[in-house]
């Protein structure tokens, strides 16, 4: 690990640079206590510095998803408390971005039209509009698409759409849940690629929720290992990567140290989880 | 017996909702649910009844077995050759939302007026919806079946026995489901226009005659038959869902 | 060896009178004395398919609307009418409310009328009606209503002023509704059915026709000679309560509802008339072409 | 046009042409079936001669109006059953049955309820068409993606302009099923019903034709239902397949 | 790279351990020569050693799947010869056992059923399905799920049911397409030991299909990396692995180089395939 990225590591716990922060959150569905309740996730503390790019893995069913929900103000948690930018989240705060793991574009709308959708009803006007719609297409390799219906694309094309989207209307948070799920490794590696720019370009927060140990460690500045449910965070890794990074990392000697370490923290959850069914 | 008791509270609905619109509507004709089913009663005590319901029955009978074969028997052949399947389909839909009954007709003209014409105009109106199920089941059915059975070095025979059959049965059941009710639905209309027997004929002779409590009262013993017919292919159709 | 038993059409076979003297024929053995054995009846809703209906069956004679015949004739179907059946039009009528203002066909001006069906025998009626009473037939609307009860219901509702109705309805309903008009009063008698079968058949088997023919006229006479067992008869067939039965056999006594079966050239031109009125037919009718009395039993042959 | 498509008109036309030549040579009795060609002048003479404008009015306005009713009803009725899971699982089961029950025999009902002429003419075919809405409408709010309310809540966008501009969009294309579907009962029911019951419209008069062996007429008519059927079915389905190329692969 | 790994290359070239071989195997899918014919595939040359297993990775639609179906003899090749055990390939050959990358498990069969299939139809006499039925039904892994159906297990155990299925058949080549595409990334490589321990028991020879890096590199003996379409070897990695080895070695620090030589390769050719959309 590099002193820089120690260097970083100590920021994290400067309150001025605290963008997010959940402290004992916990979520159970259904009334608690009952037999039918699902404990889903937590206690959970988590603090994420301003521009940091964290990820987050864990076994299938952990609760990640649960995670996402109460940061992104689409659920409660039970218990404890969930932090954004100094004041207590209820409902979507304003300045928050999420991109989901199913593909969420409008298929009646065009590729263009989709990126649009949220500065129209913003009421911002046309130029601006068109302006940004356009940067974020070309940033996003979907140009010569911008006419295109959503069926026309590909799967992988259409996580772009919704990346563009979300982009456009500048989050300070951005919230990504598995987004390149339904792509093959290499395509996802390449994907990530675009991710990194994305987020050196805008300086903003990112939280990945994914289940590729590689993707999460050529991405992240940290990476959050979740036990099988109800999950908590049993190990938090440091991969110390500079900044201007890109998916060639893969062939570098620490980028199988963290996949190892990732791999044996989780190996036992999955283990878990597979042998439930 | 949850699932038995929702579509029980449904029809109590309906029945009260009927009692209403009797007593709402008073002398002009429209006669109470009770004493719809009290007139059921008594016809269900007259051999004349159970004559026409016979004739119902057998043409209802021989329009399900043919339409059925026919329409499995077709589906598969037009759904084992793509071209054949897309050259037929908008045909088909088209033939599907005819009226059909204009064209019936035609079918007097050529089966006459006995039983036979009105099998016929039954399997008009049902085998078409089985044979586009069944043609599009086999148009969908994963590639990967017909494969499997290819690497486990099944015959063409054993293919289509023991891996193409089961895997569009589910469609063709819910296409037998749509066709049996068609039939019925075909069968009745012929009896309605003309014919000499059947329940559809008793029902048209006693509106002829404005004898309303007879006209709901077959009308309530064949909704009643319809239901149950289709409850067990209903049935039938969820056990082969896994 | 007895042949196979034969069955013939029938039009409104169990609605209408048309058929009673089949049903006494059956019921009496009359068909078997006469050297025929006709165990049921094909019945129907009348008009064409009656005709269809014996077109299409093995025995192909029956009893149909005169109109229908005529048609069938005209549009090239090889049949002939081998005897007439019913001269008479009292079972038809004209209804309105018991607190309707209106009391004669005059008073229907303006006003609108259900009828069954366009071009039908309701309408024709009504037409002839108008006519021989002397109303301007253009300033009495025609509602068709599909159906004689679907006519009471719009009458009930308020939507026509009167509507036309058929025995034994009017029988059965008697106590609601007040006549208007009673046709079998106002119009002189006319053909109404006739008895039709193919050229063919008739080369093939001029002796069963023949037979049919005498076993219906001989149900004719039965009836008028015990109109009382007539009705109980019918009312069995038809599936009347015997009341009911009775006076719908003992309205047709007078004006002497069922011909045993010869021709009468005045009663079919005037049927003719009507058709005309309503457009059924616009060329002249070739009787000679059609009709054929050679089937008819010598007894009644010569009878005019 | 595709090559299935050009096979699809070879094969229509084969079929009129062995049918002209079959009643032609007299293999089948014009008094059976006509030949095609004097079906295709008949159905001329009938409109150029304006004899059954009437009848073809009346039953389009009837078609017209039961295809708006069991569409706007069924889309409602739809919509307030997927609202009430309780009251949508006891209903699916005889939706699923529906179409075994005779709808032409309550006829008689109708005329007490609506009176006599093209309003129970159109309560039937309402009735024959509205379950196939019914059932779309259950099936498009079924179907909208569960992550496209999630994203609509992120938007923070309020329950009516999530309803017009996520879920209606949305649910369309199943919707447009159901569209389909209503048109072609409404076309049955009307039709039918006029056949058998009624005194006017195009069924009305085929049946009529057919009483007076009006062969000719008959097949003129029978024709123009065919000919209305397939253009309304090929425009509808024109734009079903614009909708249905948007929903997911 | 071990002294044992490169005896074991040399092998390979010996006539009368060659279990499969490719010469000049093209495939073109369409009249060739005409505007709309599909080049897919090739020209391929490959030998397979018996008990070799060996992995394929390429981008999407490079022909790795058309490459399957020629050994399968599914599918005849344009060009070239394709040989199993000496005889040229001509319709599906007898010993061969395939695992396709879409779930192929009859749902209207309970999972003994769908094992027990192909041994039906082979005639083979009660008591010896039985038996077999069970071994693979436990091996692996779902000996509590005998009498479930498919629509019952999760797409991974139903992708092990189709192994099971072709396992029972006792093939002397097994041919896998991307069997675990479906599943996520730390439940892919457990069923990677699974798969490992099948392939040591039976000593058949694997050709696997995979989109992942880490995967291939895990699983296999050789992994040969394919072009973009019209998809050739363009790099064969030998990875010297012992025969027994588990998911642990992602650990192994030759595992991250042989990871980063073979996203190396490909990352051009995932480029390529990226920017056609
Ligand atoms: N609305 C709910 N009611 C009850 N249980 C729920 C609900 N939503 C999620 N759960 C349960 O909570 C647990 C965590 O779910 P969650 O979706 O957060 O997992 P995840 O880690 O995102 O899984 P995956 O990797 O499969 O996406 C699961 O066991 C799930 O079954
Ligand atoms: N039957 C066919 N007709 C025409 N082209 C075909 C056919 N089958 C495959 N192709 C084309 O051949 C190419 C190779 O297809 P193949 O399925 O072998 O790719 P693949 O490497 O398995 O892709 P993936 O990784 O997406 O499974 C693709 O471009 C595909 O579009
Ligand atoms: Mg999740
Ligand atoms: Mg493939």
């Given at each position: 690990?590099?002193v820089?990225?120690?260097a970083?590591v100590?920021?994290?716990?400067?309150?001025?640079?605290?963008?997010?922060?959940?402290?004992?959150?916990?979520?159970?569905?259904?009334?608690?206590?009952?037999?039918?309740?699902?404990?889903?996730?937590?206690?959970?503390d988590?603090?994420l510095?301003r521009?940091?790019f964290?990820?987050?893995?864990?076994?299938s069913?952990?609760g990640?998803?649960?995670?996402?929900?109460?940061l992104?103000?689409?659920?409660?948690?039970?218990?404890?408390?969930?932090?954004?930018?100094g004041r207590?989240i209820?409902?979507?705060?304003?300045?928050?971005?999420?991109?989901?793991q199913?593909d969420?574009?409008?298929p009646w709308?065009?590729?263009?039209?989709?990126?649009?959708?949220?500065?129209?009803?913003?009421?911002?006007?046309?130029?601006?509009?068109?302006?940004?719609?356009?940067?974020?297409v070309?940033?996003m390799?979907l140009?010569?698409?911008?006419?295109?219906?959503?069926?026309?694309l590909s799967?992988?094309?259409?996580?772009?759409?919704?990346?563009?989207?979300?982009?456009?209307?500048?989050?300070?948070?951005?919230?990504?849940?598995?987004?390149?799920?339904?792509l093959?490794?290499?395509?996802?590696?390449?994907?990530?690629?675009?991710?990194?720019r994305?987020?050196?370009?805008?300086?903003?927060?990112?939280?990945?929720?994914?289940?590729?140990?590689?993707e999460?460690?050529?991405?992240?500045?940290?990476?959050g290992?979740?036990s099988?449910?109800?999950?908590?965070f049993?190990?938090?890794?440091?991969?110390?990567?500079?900044?201007?990074?890109?998916?060639r990392?893969?062939?570098?000697?620490?980028?199988?140290?963290?996949?190892?370490?990732?791999?044996e923290?989780?190996?036992?959850?999955?283990?878990k989880?597979?042998?439930?069914? | 017996?949850?699932?038995?008791?929702?579509?029980?509270?449904?029809?109590?609905?309906?029945?009260?909702?009927?009692?209403?619109?009797?007593?709402?509507?008073?002398?002009?004709?429209l006669?109470?649910?009770?004493?719809?089913?009290?007139?059921?009663?008594?016809?269900?005590?007259?051999?004349?009844f159970?004559?026409?319901a016979?004739?119902?029955?057998?043409?209802?009978?021989?329009?399900?077995?043919?339409?059925?074969?026919?329409?499995?028997?077709?589906?598969?052949?037009?759904?084992?050759?793509?071209?054949?399947?897309?050259?037929?389909?908008?045909i088909?839909?088209?033939?599907?939302?005819?009226?059909?009954?204009?064209?019936?007709?035609?079918?007097?003209?050529?089966?006459?007026?006995?039983?036979?014409?009105?099998?016929?105009?039954?399997?008009?109106?049902?085998?078409?919806?089985?044979?586009?199920?069944?043609?599009n089941?086999?148009l969908?059915?994963?590639?990967?079946?017909?494969?499997?059975?290819?690497?486990?070095?099944?015959?063409?025979?054993?293919?289509?026995?023991?891996?193409?059959?089961?895997?569009?049965?589910?469609?063709v059941?819910?296409?037998?489901?749509?066709?049996?009710?068609?039939?019925?639905?075909?069968?009745?209309?012929?009896e309605m226009?003309a014919?000499?027997?059947?329940?559809?004929?008793?029902v048209?002779?006693a509106?002829?005659?404005?004898?309303?409590?007879?006209?709901?009262?077959?009308?309530?013993?064949l909704?009643?038959?319809?239901?149950?017919?289709?409850?067990?292919?209903?049935?039938?159709?969820?056990a082969?869902?896994? | 060896?007895?042949a196979?038993a034969?069955?013939?059409?029938?039009?409104?076979?169990?609605?209408?009178?048309?058929?009673?003297?089949?049903?006494?024929?059956?019921?009496?053995?009359?068909?078997?004395?006469?050297?025929?054995?006709?165990?049921?009846?094909?019945?129907?809703?009348?008009?064409g398919?009656?005709?269809?209906?014996?077109?299409a069956?093995?025995?192909?004679?029956?009893?149909?609307?005169?109109?229908?015949?005529?048609?069938a004739?005209?549009?090239?179907?090889?049949?002939?009418?081998?005897?007439?059946?019913?001269?008479s039009?009292a079972?038809?009528?004209?209804?309105t409310?018991?607190?309707?203002?209106?009391?004669?066909?005059k008073?229907?001006?303006?006003?609108?009328?259900?009828?069954?069906?366009?071009?039908?025998?309701?309408e024709?009626?009504?037409?002839?009606?108008?006519?021989?009473?002397g109303?301007?037939?253009?300033?009495v609307?025609?509602?068709a209503?599909g159906g004689?009860?679907?006519?009471l219901?719009?009458?009930e509702?308020?939507?026509?002023?009167?509507?036309?109705?058929?025995?034994p309805?009017?029988?059965?309903?008697?106590?609601?509704?007040?006549?208007?008009?009673?046709?079998?009063?106002?119009?002189?008698?006319?053909?109404?059915?006739?008895?039709?079968?193919?050229?063919?058949f008739?080369?093939?088997?001029?002796?069963?026709?023949?037979?049919?023919?005498?076993?219906?006229a001989?149900?004719?006479?039965?009836?008028?000679?015990?109109p009382?067992?007539?009705a109980?008869?019918?009312?069995k067939?038809f599936?009347?309560?015997?009341?009911?039965?009775?006076?719908?056999?003992d309205?047709?006594?007078?004006?002497?509802?069922?011909s045993?079966?010869?021709?009468n050239?005045?009663?079919?031109?005037?049927?003719?008339?009507?058709?005309?009125?309503?457009g059924?037919?616009?060329g002249?009718?070739?009787?000679s072409?059609?009709?054929?009395?050679?089937?008819?039993?010598?007894?009644?042959?010569?009878?005019? | 046009?595709?090559?299935e498509?050009?096979i699809?008109?070879?094969?229509?036309?084969?079929a009129?042409?062995?049918?002209?030549?079959?009643?032609?040579?007299?293999?089948?009795p014009?008094?059976?079936?006509?030949?095609?060609?004097?079906?295709a002048?008949?159905?001329?003479?009938?409109?150029?001669?304006?004899?059954?404008?009437?009848?073809?009015l009346?039953?389009?306005?009837?078609?017209?109006?039961?295809?708006?009713?069991?569409?706007?009803?069924?889309?409602?009725?739809?919509?307030?059953?997927?609202?009430l899971?309780?009251?949508?699982?006891?209903?699916?089961?005889?939706l699923?049955?529906?179409?075994?029950?005779?709808?032409?025999m309550?006829?008689p009902v109708?005329?007490?309820?609506?009176?006599?002429?093209?309003?129970a003419?159109v309560a039937?075919?309402?009735?024959l068409?509205?379950?196939?809405m019914?059932?779309?409408?259950?099936i498009?709010?079924?179907?909208?993606?569960?992550?496209?309310?999630?994203?609509?809540?992120?938007?923070?966008?309020g329950?009516?302009?999530?309803?017009?501009?996520?879920?209606?969009?949305?649910?369309?294309?199943?919707?447009f099923?159901g569209?389909?579907?209503?048109?072609?009962?409404?076309?049955?029911?009307?039709i039918?019903?006029?056949?058998?019951?009624?005194?006017?419209?195009?069924?009305?008069a085929?049946?009529?034709?057919?009483?007076?062996?009006?062969?000719?007429?008959?097949?003129?008519l029978?024709?123009?239902?065919?000919?209305?059927?397939?253009i309304?079915?090929?425009?509808?389905?024109?734009?079903?397949?614009?909708?249905?190329?948007r929903?997911?692969?």
């Amino acid at each position: 690990m590099t002193v820089a990225a120690l260097a970083e590591v100590a920021d994290v716990s400067a309150v001025e640079d605290r963008h997010v922060r959940l402290a004992g959150v916990t979520r159970v569905f259904g009334r608690p206590g009952t037999p039918k309740s699902v404990h889903a996730l937590g206690p959970i503390d988590l603090d994420l510095r301003r521009g940091e790019f964290f990820s987050v893995v864990g076994p299938s069913g952990c609760g990640k998803s649960t995670l996402l929900d109460v940061l992104a103000g689409l659920s409660k948690p039970t218990e404890g408390t969930a932090e954004f930018e100094g004041r207590p989240i209820d409902g979507v705060p304003a300045g928050v971005g999420v991109v989901f793991q199913e593909d969420a574009s409008f298929p009646w709308l065009t590729v263009a039209d989709n990126v649009a959708f949220g500065l129209r009803r913003a009421g911002v006007d046309a130029a601006e509009i068109a302006r940004r719609v356009d940067y974020a297409v070309g940033f996003m390799g979907l140009k010569a698409f911008a006419g295109a219906y959503p069926a026309q694309l590909s799967g992988g094309m259409r996580q772009r759409v919704c990346i563009a989207r979300t982009l456009v209307m500048q989050p300070r948070l951005i919230l990504l849940d598995e987004p390149f799920g339904a792509l093959d490794q290499q395509t996802r590696l390449l994907m990530g690629d675009e991710l990194l720019r994305l987020w050196r370009e805008t300086s903003a927060t990112v939280l990945l929720i994914t289940h590729a140990l590689d993707e999460a460690a050529m991405l992240s500045d940290r990476v959050g290992v979740m036990s099988a449910r109800p999950g908590v965070f049993i190990d938090v890794v440091e991969t110390g990567w500079e900044v201007e990074r890109d998916s060639r990392i893969v062939s570098h000697h620490r980028f199988g140290d963290i996949t190892g370490r990732l791999w044996e923290k989780l190996r036992t959850e999955s283990l878990k989880h597979l042998r439930d069914g | 017996m949850k699932s038995v008791l929702g579509p029980a509270a449904v029809l109590a609905v309906l029945l009260l909702a009927w009692e209403v619109l009797h007593l709402a509507v008073a002398n002009t004709g429209l006669p109470s649910p009770l004493a719809t089913l009290m007139q059921l009663v008594v016809l269900l005590g007259e051999a004349e009844f159970w004559a026409h319901a016979s004739q119902t029955a057998q043409a209802f009978a021989a329009a399900v077995v043919l339409s059925t074969v026919g329409g499995i028997a077709l589906g598969i052949l037009l759904g084992m050759n793509r071209t054949a399947g897309t050259v037929s389909e908008p045909i088909l839909v088209n033939l599907y939302s005819l009226p059909k009954v204009t064209l019936y007709p035609v079918v007097l003209l050529i089966f006459g007026l006995g039983i036979s014409a009105r099998i016929a105009f039954g399997i008009m109106h049902g085998m078409i919806p089985l044979t586009l199920f069944t043609m599009n089941a086999i148009l969908q059915m994963k590639p990967v079946y017909r494969r499997s059975a290819a690497v486990m070095g099944l015959t063409p025979w054993q293919t289509s026995v023991s891996v193409v059959l089961p895997a569009i049965l589910p469609e063709v059941i819910t296409g037998a489901r749509l066709g049996v009710s068609l039939c019925l639905l075909g069968v009745l209309i012929g009896e309605m226009f003309a014919s000499r027997n059947g329940l559809g004929y008793m029902v048209m002779h006693a509106m002829e005659r404005g004898d309303m409590p007879t006209v709901l009262a077959v009308a309530l013993l064949l909704a009643i038959v319809a239901l149950l017919v289709n409850a067990a292919l209903l049935a039938l159709d969820r056990a082969w869902r896994h | 060896a007895p042949a196979a038993a034969d069955e013939i059409s029938v039009t409104q076979w169990g609605t209408s009178m048309y058929g009673a003297p089949y049903a006494v024929a059956m019921a009496e053995g009359l068909f078997k004395k006469a050297g025929v054995d006709i165990t049921s009846i094909i019945g129907s809703g009348g008009g064409g398919t009656t005709v269809r209906n014996l077109l299409a069956s093995d025995t192909p004679y029956g009893d149909v609307a005169i109109a229908a015949a005529l048609a069938a004739q005209r549009q090239g179907l090889d049949v002939i009418i081998v005897n007439t059946g019913t001269r008479s039009v009292a079972e038809a009528s004209l209804v309105t409310m018991p607190d309707s203002p209106i009391k004669s066909l005059k008073d229907l001006e303006g006003k609108k009328v259900a009828i069954t069906s366009p071009k039908g025998v309701s309408e024709m009626l009504l037409l002839m009606a108008l006519k021989q009473e002397g109303v301007d037939a253009s300033k009495v609307e025609r509602v068709a209503s599909g159906g004689y009860v679907n006519g009471l219901t719009m009458l009930e509702q308020g939507a026509v002023a009167a509507a036309a109705l058929i025995e034994p309805l009017s029988i059965m309903r008697a106590s609601k509704y007040r006549t208007v008009a009673n046709y079998g009063k106002i119009l002189p008698p006319m053909t109404t059915s006739v008895g039709i079968t193919t050229r063919a058949f008739a080369q093939k088997n001029p002796a069963k026709l023949k037979a049919i023919i005498a076993g219906r006229a001989a149900g004719v006479e039965a009836l008028y000679a015990d109109p009382a067992k007539a009705a109980e008869i019918v009312g069995k067939a038809f599936k009347l309560e015997p009341a009911i039965a009775k006076v719908a056999v003992d309205n047709m006594l007078a004006p002497a509802m069922w011909s045993t079966g010869e021709f009468n050239r005045a009663e079919l031109d005037r049927t003719v008339e009507g058709l005309r009125l309503i457009g059924q037919i616009d060329g002249p009718v070739d009787w000679s072409k059609l009709l054929d009395p050679s089937f008819l039993p010598a007894s009644i042959k010569d009878r005019k | 046009m595709t090559r299935e498509g050009w096979i699809r008109l070879v094969v229509v036309a084969a079929a009129v042409a062995a049918l002209e030549i079959a009643c032609r040579t007299g293999w089948i009795p014009t008094t059976v079936v006509i030949p095609p060609s004097a079906m295709a002048t008949s159905l001329y003479d009938i409109l150029v001669s304006g004899t059954h404008w009437g009848d073809i009015l009346v039953s389009l306005r009837s078609v017209a109006a039961a295809g708006v009713l069991a569409i706007g009803l069924g889309f409602l009725v739809g919509a307030v059953i997927h609202a009430l899971p309780p009251v949508r699982s006891a209903a699916e089961p005889l939706l699923a049955s529906y179409y075994a029950v005779p709808t032409f025999m309550f006829y008689p009902v109708f005329i007490i309820l609506f009176g006599v002429g093209s309003a129970a003419i159109v309560a039937i075919a309402v009735l024959l068409a509205i379950v196939a809405m019914i059932s779309a409408t259950l099936i498009g709010l079924d179907r909208i993606p569960r992550v496209l309310g999630k994203t609509a809540l992120i938007m923070r966008m309020g329950p009516v302009e999530r309803a017009f501009r996520i879920s209606l969009p949305a649910a369309m294309p199943y919707l447009f099923t159901g569209v389909k579907l209503a048109v072609a009962y409404a076309f049955i029911g009307v039709i039918a019903s006029e056949f058998i019951l009624s005194g006017a419209g195009m069924g009305y008069a085929i049946a009529y034709a057919y009483n007076n062996f009006n062969n000719r007429e008959m097949y003129g008519l029978m024709l123009l239902i065919v000919v209305l059927v397939t253009i309304v079915n090929t425009a509808l389905d024109a734009v079903d397949r614009r909708l249905q190329a948007r929903l997911r692969r």
